[in-house]
């Protein structure tokens, strides 16, 4: 089986005797292994610069900050559980909002607070996956949804996507309807896609549509990064095609929109008699998603918009620089311009592995990326670099990397 833990290569990891299965099949996602191993060189002492993260640099608007300072003063039961499923206010905002953004009414009944969409996620894996049950997953695919299926313990069932430089990473439809069969429980899209940057086409996920209609599997769409598209490309999302329903699960999250991460709010969106189930879940494991999270959301979705706006612009900003860093290493480098989220999956020009070149960059030229192998066995040889980070931080990770190449090459 291919190492796909960098954890594991470095010697960080051990094994016990007394470890489920389920657990030894699970890695710590590679981005997070990678963050670890960027903080130790730093205790040691080391300057590190990071392209690893999928967080953009800008914080939550002021106007989140003002409300939740408010409703600490004011909220006497902040500090109190909310309903299993969240607040009634925010379920009935939500439903308003997937209900013009799907084109046919949702309600609150159909909507669940999580505690981002990672919880959601997972919710769903546990809930629809039997063991050996098999997830289709577009692949590179971000490198979570594998462990999350092996804890469910399914099987991923990775689909190479067609890697296209004139349009993007996209679906191969003949390759995933080759690869349903009677295990196949689901099929996971996320677009924009982490960690190729691709935006899939209204064409083809049309297309899968008609591959799956009638049959019995579930799509389970991750919507994190909904808003951020560029080039005035329009987005498509599966989930407005009602034929699918009821077996879809919205899986939403505010964490990038508004520079929300560490709130940990998400929103699952599904029918309301798997919701019931899923509910189960939900409850064995969090109770509610953290209250005061849920009053930031309130306010993220009723207060004006700009801010979001000027979030995608400075973002295509740093899309431009970092594709620019890029061709200037072209004898290392050769990538597929990224279309959405804010990250590129570039292919490198070494004969060696995607940890092996990911160690290398960390501990040669101080700069943390994230091996391609954790995305997927599709994903070898590239490597996710974000541009989440603010400009200098990404100049002077392609400064160290161009130094690093010279040297390399004498």
Request: aromatic share 8%; hydrophobic share 40%; glycine share 6%.
């Amino acid at each position: 089986m291919t190492n796909r833990s960098v954890l594991t290569s470095t010697g960080n990891t051990k094994d016990l005797p007394q470890l489920s299965d389920r657990i030894r099949l699970t890695n710590v996602s590679v981005i997070k292994e990678m963050m670890y191993l960027g903080a130790q060189e730093r205790k040691r002492g080391k300057d590190i610069v990071s392209l690893g993260v999928g967080l953009p640099f800008y914080p939550a608007p002021k106007e989140i900050h003002d409300h939740i300072k408010k409703v600490l003063d004011t909220k006497t039961d902040i500090d109190k559980y909310t309903l299993l499923t969240g607040l009634p206010e925010l379920r009935d905002i939500f439903a308003q909002k997937a209900s013009k953004e799907l084109d046919f009414p949702v309600t609150s009944d159909e909507v669940l607070i999580t505690a981002g969409s990672m919880a959601g996620l997972l919710y769903s894996m546990l809930t629809l996956i039997n063991k050996g049950d098999e997830v289709i997953i577009p692949s590179p695919y971000f490198s979570s949804y594998g462990e999350q299926v092996a804890l469910a313990q399914g099987k991923v069932v990775p689909v190479a996507m067609i890697e296209d430089k004139k349009t993007g990473f996209r679906l191969d439809l003949p390759k995933i309807q080759q690869a349903i069969n009677k295990k196949t429980k689901a099929i996971i899209i996320n677009s924009p896609q982490n960690p190729t940057g691709a935006v899939f086409s209204k064409e083809d996920l049309t297309g899968l549509a008609s591959i799956i209609n009638g049959k019995n599997i579930y799509i389970i769409t991750d919507e994190v990064y909904d808003f951020l598209v560029y080039d005035n490309i329009s987005y498509f999302n599966i989930a407005t095609i009602k034929s699918l329903w009821p077996k879809v699960i919205r899986c939403c999250s505010l964490s990038k929109k508004y520079g929300m991460m560490g709130w940990r709010l998400g929103f699952l969106q599904t029918n309301k008699d798997l919701l019931m189930h899923i509910l189960k879940v939900h409850d064995a494991s969090i109770v509610c998603a953290p209250h005061i999270s849920q009053e930031a959301g309130i306010k993220a979705l009723t207060m004006p918009q700009d801010i979001v706006k000027h979030h995608v612009k400075w973002l295509e900003e740093n899309r431009n620089i970092i594709c620019s860093r890029l061709d200037k290493l072209s004898d290392l480098f050769t990538y597929v311009k990224p279309r959405g989220a804010y990250y590129v999956f570039p292919k490198y020009s070494l004969p060696l592995n995607s940890i092996d070149m990911a160690k290398k960059l960390l501990y040669e030229a101080g700069v943390v990326t994230v091996p391609g192998i954790g995305f997927g066995p599709e994903g070898e040889h590239h490597l996710r670099l974000s541009f989440g980070s603010p400009k200098e931080e990404i100049n002077a990770a392609f400064d160290r990397i161009e130094n690093w190449w010279k040297s390399s090459k004498k």
